[in-house]
């Protein structure tokens, strides 16, 4: 059975850190994107940040305008990817998940397999 479970939620004030890890179990995921989308309360689950993958075993990092050059997202191996995020701010907070999938590495639907969630709150 194919799990993702993220971990390194939490509390942090404005401008501070914190790193997200998800680890996949269940399958090998070599030739899928793994991600990050976040949702925050009243509004839809968003694009954070993905690696995606290339012929070649590349991976390539995408990441969403609204987190570019604060947020780094790591693929640490096939099953591994994380997400360190920096200069965080108060509309950052919502329920991140990890996805992993073979579809349209920026949307929703590309993504056929989730974590659980994790909650990150950042304060003002």
């Known amino acids: 059975q194919v799990q993702l479970v993220e971990s390194g939620g939490g509390l942090v004030q404005a401008g501070g850190s914190l790193r997200l890890s998800c680890a996949a179990s269940?399958?090998?995921?070599?030739?899928?994107?793994m991600g990050w989308f976040r949702q925050a309360p009243g509004k839809e689950r968003e694009f954070v940040a993905a690696?995606?993958?290339?012929?070649?075993?590349?991976?390539?990092a995408e990441y969403a305008d609204s987190v570019k050059g604060r947020f780094t997202i790591s693929r640490n191996s096939a099953n591994t990817v994380v997400l360190q995020m920096n200069s965080l701010k108060p509309e950052d907070t919502a329920v991140y998940y990890c996805?992993?999938?073979?579809?349209?590495?920026?949307?929703?639907?590309?993504?056929?397999?989730w974590g659980q969630g994790t909650q990150v709150t950042v304060s003002s």
């Open positions: 996805a992993a999938g073979q579809g349209v590495w920026f949307t929703n639907n590309g993504y056929n397999y």
């Open positions: 269940g399958r090998t995921f070599n030739n899928y994107a």
């Open positions: 690696t995606r993958w290339s012929r070649g075993s590349l991976y390539y």
